[in-house]
């Protein structure tokens, strides 16, 4: 079946350090992929998505891009901010599946002043 | 995009009751999806809901602990059974946007069985 790992956290950051968030992903179709941000107390916003090879994924200067031949979709931000403490997840939705979505394991981003 | 707004927001509930989770959508939407968020943990699925049919349960989900209704595009409910401190988790539900493609999701309900 889907499924989605994603690197283990916390990840532990200064502030105006680079981020990087590995997703590697194993599906049968061909899936859309997507990164979610839970801040603390919240549910889950949508924060960027791919659709299909080679598309990037951008926003609020978080970039992703679906990766077919490595089969991955590692969010990146060149200089984050105290604000992006939060938890990332890293999913995907297979439309023979219903569009259902497959989460990883969630990562956990503790940004420091 | 769907706006999801879920009722209520935090229940701290006795075990062995039960606790009706209200899911609110503000645009038709032919799927939705109800998830258990674990303390520290990811989300599950536990079940699909689509208007007019039963509901879809995940392996190790069923409807006697976690009945879902959905009685038109816009609503939906998930009632936890029976609760024991197990069933302590955020719950969440979630729709497709109109072009199917991407879930959004609710605020959660906060669930802590004493």
């Known amino acids: 079946g889907d499924s989605v790992t994603q690197m283990e956290g916390p990840v532990t950051l200064s502030e105006e350090a680079c981020l990087t968030i590995n997703c590697t992903y194993t599906a049968t179709g061909y899936p859309s992929l997507f990164w979610y941000v839970q801040y603390p107390g919240e549910g889950l916003q949508l924060l960027l998505k791919?659709?299909?090879?080679?598309d990037k994924g951008s926003n609020k200067g978080f970039e992703a891009t679906y990766r077919k031949e490595t089969t991955s979709f590692h969010l990146e931000k060149g200089s984050v901010q105290v604000s992006d403490s939060a938890v990332y997840f890293c999913?995907?939705?297979?439309?023979?599946?219903?569009?259902?979505?497959?989460f990883g394991g969630g990562t956990r981003v503790l940004v420091k002043p | 995009s769907a706006v999801i707004s879920q009722k209520p927001s935090r229940d701290i509930c006795q075990r062995g009751t039960s606790l009706t989770i209200q899911c609110q959508v503000d645009?038709?939407?032919?799927?939705m999806f109800w998830y258990r968020q674990q303390p520290g943990q990811s989300l599950t699925l536990i079940a699909t809901a689509n208007q007019g049919s039963e509901a879809t349960y995940e392996s190790g989900f069923v409807i006697d602990k976690f009945p879902i209704s959905r009685p038109n595009l816009t609503f939906s409910t998930l009632t936890v059974s029976n609760m024991s401190p197990e069933d302590s988790s955020i719950y969440l539900c979630?729709?497709?946007?109109?072009?199917?493609?991407?879930?959004?999701f609710g605020p959660g309900t906060r669930l802590l069985v004493l």
């Open positions: 645009s038709q939407v032919t799927m």
């Open positions: 791919a659709t299909k090879a080679d």
């Open positions: 999913a995907l939705s297979d439309k023979a599946a219903g569009n259902k979505l497959t």
């Open positions: 979630s729709a497709n946007g109109g072009n199917q493609e991407t879930q959004y």
